[in-house]
């Protein structure tokens, strides 16, 4: 049978539109109630629907969702938005976990897997072997007296190194095992143990680092504020709920309030940091230049492996159950950000310094900083501090600047505009000019 051209298919849907019109013409003369374009339910012989079915649930025609076992795209979003719950481990993972029939991963029945577990398990038992001996040199060297090795800095310079050996070979131990991998892949690792701490440590610098060290560059961070630099902590910011990424521009009427830190050190051990948050694009008409301004200084405020978290807003907050009164962190309240009308962005950089060891700073001291022509570098000379991590975000004049500037007790600075200077060209250009 020849297909039909579509110009005619076109003609022959308008007929039948025009027979359907023709038709509910005459129903309407014969008294037939006809409904044109409504959303209602048709009300036929004076019977009124009270009870109508509730519509079906359209997320229940989704089926069963496992964290376990999603595998696409769409299923993980729907177990997101219904369930609430993020999946677990790798996509690859949970695909694999599909056809394993819940055998644990150690034990998949692959042959070639087993037999390379075997040779792993050879290589493992070969490196605690020589962290043993590496162990026993250890204590040796520890027993000689300093004088019979060059002194006591000979001494622990061998130590030193001795050590740092043994660390690799802890590391080179479980590098390989595939349960170690297995967990940290699925978030369940324990920072408290080297080889996880060793994981996060390449995957971070593999990636965030490498956007940090960008954003660092571009925005001239160094050396405008520090003259050099060098991340070894993942610092991430956010303000309620959203998470700020290095560089990005932050609402004014969001940056009001205090934000919350993640600081993931790398490191074994507690130690005490300072938050520091700088602005350094602080305009000053009379010199026409820009200056410092400090919004934030906290001390004393301590971090490890798994203390990782610093909420800025809670870190003072005194429990009702306290009997005594917890010591201050903050020394510098949070200044809100804001920038003028017709302004460039301003660069807020939030740097967390690492305090000498074992030592508390003084926040009733520290508390008498001038925010203004804030230097950064003497701050951190004078307290003998060293930069761990870093993060920055931009704020630049919106709707809500005026508002954040009287609150926090600018007001006579919100009808103050900038606007760029017209620079008058030199006199054997300016007739040029006029014939362009």
């Known amino acids: 049978m020849a297909s039909v051209p579509k110009p005619l298919r076109q003609l022959h849907t308008c007929l039948r539109c025009i027979r359907q019109t023709n038709h ?115 204590r040796n060297l520890a027993a000689q007296d300093p004088a019979a090795m060059g002194g006591v800095q000979a001494k622990e310079t061998r130590l030193g190194s001795m050590r740092a050996r043994l660390n690799e070979l802890i590391i080179l131990a479980d590098i390989n095992d595939p349960m170690a991998k297995k967990r940290f892949e699925d978030g369940e690792g324990d ?30 961070i160094v050396p405008d504020i520090l003259p050099a630099l060098d991340p070894i902590a993942d610092v991430d910011l956010a303000f309620g709920r959203r998470k700020i990424g290095p560089g990005d521009f932050v609402d004014s009427r969001v940056s009001e309030g205090m934000p919350r830190l993640k600081v993931q050190t790398f490191e074994p051990g507690q130690k005490l940091v300072t938050v520091v948050v700088v602005d350094p694009d602080v305009p000053v008409l009379d010199k026409d230049s820009f200056t410092y301004r400090c919004h934030f200084i906290a001390n004393n405020i301590p971090i490890s492996p798994t203390e990782t978290s610093i909420p800025l807003n809670m870190i003072d907050h005194q429990p009702k159950a306290a009997t005594e009164p917890s010591p201050k962190h903050i020394s510098v309240p949070w200044l809100s950000p804001w920038a003028h009308r017709g302004a460039p962005y301003h660069r807020l950089a939030v740097f967390v310094l690492e305090q000498p060891q074992g030592e508390s700073l003084d926040v009733e001291k520290i508390s008498k900083t001038k925010r203004m022509d804030f230097i950064l570098r003497s701050f951190i000379d004078k307290n003998k501090l060293k930069p761990v991590g870093v993060t920055l975000f931009r704020t630049k004049w919106d709707e809500n600047t005026a508002g954040v500037m009287e609150r926090a007790g600018f007001g006579d600075q919100v009808n103050v505009e900038f606007k760029r200077k017209r620079i008058e060209p030199l006199p054997h250009k300016r007739r040029t000019e006029r014939m362009r």
């Open 24 to 138: 509910n013409s005459s129903s309407l003369r014969n008294g037939a109630s006809v409904r044109l374009l409504s959303s209602s339910s048709a009300v036929r012989d004076g019977v009124v629907e009270v009870n109508a079915a509730p519509p079906p649930d359209a997320m229940a025609q989704w089926g069963p969702l496992d964290p376990n076992t999603v595998d696409n795209k769409r299923d993980e979003r729907r177990l997101v938005r219904r369930e609430g719950l993020q999946p677990i481990g790798s996509r690859r993972r949970r695909v694999a976990l599909q056809y394993a029939n819940l055998v644990p991963f150690e034990q998949l029945p692959y042959q070639c897997f087993q037999e390379a577990r075997k040779v792993l398990q050879e290589d493992r038992e070969e490196k605690l072997k020589q962290m043993e001996t590496q162990k026993l040199r250890m």
């Open 191 to 220: 920072m408290n143990k080297p080889i996880y701490r060793y994981l996060a440590d390449r995957k971070w610098r593999q990636y965030k680092r490498l956007i940090l060290e960008q954003r660092i560059k571009q925005l001239s």
